[in-house]
């Protein structure tokens, strides 16, 4: 939290995996009509303060209303470190000094607090790869090899084992409202798979399948059915055998007939019969969250160099040539202020991350 934020004058707030001092945060009462350790309930407008202090002042979170932000689509996308159409724009949220208008926030209870016993079942925004047990392979997509998701022959089954990004698949129900919630394994309980790496949604194209950025596409919705016809499909357990239907009713299975040259892969191909074959059952294997945060870091490094590709692709000419722009360097310094500090944190990551070396400093690593 002490970095500074869009707005000049904030902070920048961060989610990190582990907390720290400036992570505790006191609830305090919006209006004087309550006074501090009264009891909060439901749809109360409250205020988050920080406990620790930074340079002898108090910050409260706080939401930014920028006009920047609000018309400079690009501006947000950057900040998130991601690219979809989807996203329109947006506002930061942030920390600003206590001496500031404190943002009143209202708590609205999003899940019961009741203690479950979810521990090992399939919910919601969970992150995990389909595994085809009679090909044994899983459910893989990368758009350098392929145009649409195959079959990628893979023993990597073991909960250690390195699992490629390429295999891994985002469930997301298909109402916010029952994020997180357990899933079923009935056809009145679609889905929706999203590629961890593209952010594209699974879907159904003819009787294979596909990819699209659409997720309001009915053919991107799924439905999931147990292999063991004694199982419980009110939930779904991690490492159960599962079928997987199609919008249009077929199950997804095994192409016959492959016409690429690699061995490894197998095509997709939905199968209009009434009973599953018992050949095409899935395993739905979890994603461990040291990969998974692993995964998601390195995505939002490399989308932080496409993003500066993209700005410099747009700069004037600036050749010294007659037809050169003359007002290009304000352009090209403007676009290095902005973006470098980005950019060079990430190349630093990268290095580090993809070479050996006990010392935290890029420049002492070798070329290998």
Request: proline fraction near 5%.
């Amino acid at each position: 939290m002490l970095q500074r934020a869009i707005e000049g004058s904030s902070k920048r707030a961060e989610l990190i995996a582990d907390g720290s001092s400036h992570s505790i945060l006191l609830v305090k009462p919006a209006f004087k009509a309550y006074t501090d350790g009264s009891p909060v309930a439901v749809g109360d407008l409250v205020t988050f303060v920080t406990k620790k202090t930074i340079a002898g002042s108090s910050y409260c979170l706080h939401m930014s209303a920028s006009e920047e932000l609000y018309k400079e689509r690009e501006l947000v996308m950057r900040a998130l470190k991601l690219d979809h159409d989807y996203i329109l724009g947006g506002q930061e949220l942030n920390f600003a000094s206590a001496e500031h208008r404190p943002t009143m926030f209202r708590g609205i209870i999003f899940q019961s607090a009741a203690q479950q016993d979810n521990e090992g079942v399939l919910k919601g925004e969970d992150v995990i790869t389909l595994y085809h047990k009679n090909f044994s392979s899983f459910l893989h997509f990368d758009p350098e090899t392929h145009e649409k998701p195959v079959f990628y022959s893979s023993k990597r089954v073991n909960d250690k084992a390195r699992k490629k990004c390429a295999w891994m698949w985002k469930v997301e129900c298909v109402q916010v409202t029952a994020a997180a919630h357990p899933l079923k394994a009935t056809e009145d309980s679609p889905i929706r798979l999203k590629h961890l790496i593209t952010n594209m949604y699974l879907k159904q194209e003819g009787s294979a399948l596909g990819l699209t950025k659409e997720y309001r596409d009915p053919a991107t919705l799924f439905s999931m059915k147990q292999f063991n016809k004694y199982t419980d499909p009110e939930k779904i357990l991690h490492e159960d055998m599962i079928f997987m239907r199609g919008p249009s009713g077929g199950w997804l299975g095994l192409a016959e007939e492959d016409d690429d040259d690699d061995i490894r892969t197998v095509p997709s191909l939905f199968k209009n019969v009434e009973i599953a074959p018992e050949s095409d059952a899935l395993i739905v294997l979890p994603v461990r969250p040291i990969a998974l945060r692993n995964v998601v870091q390195l995505r939002r490094l490399c989308l932080t160099i496409i993003d500066y590709k993209k700005e410099l692709e747009v700069l004037p000419d600036c050749q010294t040539t007659s037809t050169s722009d003359p007002n290009c360097s304000p352009h090209v310094f403007e676009v290095i202020t902005e973006c470098s500090g980005g950019l060079m944190n990430t190349l630093r990551k990268l290095i580090v991350n993809l070479t050996w070396g006990d010392d935290p400093d890029p420049m002492s690593r070798g070329t290998q």
